[in-house]
T-cell receptor
Framework: EAGVVQSPRYKIIEKKQPVAFWCNPI?????LYWYRQNLGQGPELLIR????????DSQLPKDRFSAERLKGVDSTLKIQPAELGDSAVYLC??????????FGPGTRLTVL | GIQVEQSPPDLILQEGANSTLRCNFS?????LQWFHQNPWGQLINLFY???GTKQNGRLSATTVATERYSLLYISSSQTTDSGVYFC???????????FGEGTQLTVNP
């Protein structure tokens, strides 16, 4: 069974540029999560989807971050415009509701 | 929100040694997971253990939910065990995972 797939694995951009990350969850998992991991820290949730509905986006900086999960499968997380402080690893995870979460390999973002 | 504390923050072992990592949490949980983050950043699931005891090879884990702590045991450590070990919990009221700060394990040959 394939795991959580993310792309790209690495991204380097200039500040003020837009950037987008893509995630394909494990087949059949209805819950999808985006986490951000800063250097030396544990991941922190940005947004959680149940099917296509965002049910927890309290930690998402809505002035510059947006996310979508069309048709309740793949998801895209976007930052526009990026700031220096957005440099981090962006992790996607999926699960059956109320169950064990599985993480993708992450996208390492560097903002110059 | 719920607080998660892991100890020790750093641990250096010789190959073959045993170790115990601890995770304390401040509220009731419906999900507790242990992860190993390898040098490439991948979070590898070790245990899904909101309560009870599980074993997988040289690793085992115990969660005592009523006392709000979990322990991860690593026996006969190998150099490939090196990396950061995270404990993460999901509160009863929702399913986001709150992570601890991690334990950085280094196993020397």
């Amino acid at each position: 069974e394939a795991g959580v797939v993310q792309s790209p694995r690495y991204k380097i951009i200039e500040k003020k540029q837009p950037v987008a990350f893509w995630c394909n969850p494990i087949s059949g998992h209805n819950t999808l999560y985006w986490y951000r991991q800063n250097l030396g820290q544990g991941p922190e949730l940005l947004i959680r989807y149940e099917n296509e509905e965002a049910v927890d986006d309290s930690q998402l900086p809505k002035d510059r971050f947006s996310a979508e999960r069309l048709k309740g499968v793949d998801s895209t997380l976007k930052i526009q415009p990026a700031e220096l402080g957005d440099s981090a690893v962006y992790l996607c995870a999926s699960s059956l509701i109320w169950n064990e979460q599985f993480f993708g390999p992450g996208t390492r973002l560097t903002v110059l | 929100g719920i607080q998660v504390e892991q100890s020790p923050p750093d641990l250096i072992l010789q190959e073959g040694a045993n170790s115990t990592l601890r995770c304390n949490f401040s509220d009731s949980v419906n999900n507790l997971q242990w992860f190993h983050q390898n040098p490439w950043g991948q979070l590898i699931n070790l245990f899904y253990i909101p309560s009870g005891t599980k074993q997988n090879g040289r690793l085992s884990a115990t969660t005592v939910a009523t006392e709000r702590y979990s322990l991860l045991y690593i026996s006969s450590s190998q150099t490939t065990d090196s990396g950061v070990y995270f404990c993460a919990v999901g509160e009863t009221s929702g399913s986001r995972l709150t992570f601890g700060e991690g334990t950085q394990l280094t196993v020397n040959p």
